[in-house]
């Protein structure tokens, strides 16, 4: 099945840095979200984005709606040894009962 | 957020044996759920829509006599593998939708890790 691009596919960085990552189609979404998965276990939400060009924040993660529909962003600022993990873009398309289709996760690592 | 559990976490089955996966939603009704399976160090894919009261939908590739889905109530999904193999040995997860004010989101159980050996 279809797979949203998503860049870096992986990240080393220091705690305390400024973390950017990026998801990117062909087609149009109308729902970007952004998940969070640690080993074994289920995606977590971390943040949901429903119009173009919409800025969310939660906590230290800030996500954007791409004005173009075709993509999004997330950002970590100050990132801490517990942001270590699996981070996936999701998007919904109208007219597809609702299935979202997902990117191909960035890791990110944290080092003191 | 929205609570959903899965049952069992992890299961270890015989080649040829029927393994049942459970997915709940614990404090809000879903009429509609997902069955996705991810392998190692891959994203989720998705293998099935489970829709209460009604048959689900699978994904291209996916045998419907294989995955057996039913979703009989309004908090319960279940996945059932029949006749697992070794390469169904996967991580199962399954999602809930939850329809709120400004749009859809899917909240996700915290998997089932599967091993036919």
């Known amino acids: 099945g279809q797979q949203l691009n998503q860049s870096p596919q992986s990240m080393f960085i220091q705690e305390g840095e400024d973390v950017s990552m990026n998801c990117t189609s062909s087609s149009i979404f109308n729902t970007w979200l952004w998940y969070k998965q640690d080993p074994g276990e289920g995606p977590v939400l971390l943040i949901a984005?429903?119009?173009?060009?919409e800025l969310t924040s939660n906590g230290r993660l800030t996500a954007q709606f791409g004005i173009t529909r075709k993509d999004s962003f997330l950002n970590i600022s100050a990132s801490i040894p517990s942001d270590v993990g699996i981070y996936f873009c999701a998007g919904r398309k109208t007219g597809t009962a609702s299935k979202l289709t997902f990117g191909t996760g960035t890791r990110l690592q944290v080092t003191l | 957020g929205a609570v959903v559990s899965q049952h069992p976490s992890w299961v270890i089955c015989k080649s040829g044996t029927s393994v049942k996966i459970e997915c709940r939603s614990l404090d809000f009704q879903a009429t509609t759920m997902f069955w996705y399976r991810q392998f190692p160090k891959q994203s989720l894919m998705l293998m099935a829509t489970?829709?209460?009261?009604?048959?689900?939908?699978?994904e291209q590739g996916v045998e419907k006599d294989k995955f057996l889905i039913n979703h009989a109530s309004l908090t319960l999904s279940t996945l059932t593998v029949t006749s697992a193999h070794p390469e169904d040995s996967s991580f199962y997860i399954c999602s809930a939708r939850v329809s709120r004010g400004r749009g859809e989101t899917q909240y996700f159980g915290p998997g089932t890790r599967l091993l036919v050996l």
């Open positions: 489970s829709n209460e009261g009604s048959k689900a939908t699978y």
């Open positions: 984005l429903y119009k173009a060009g």
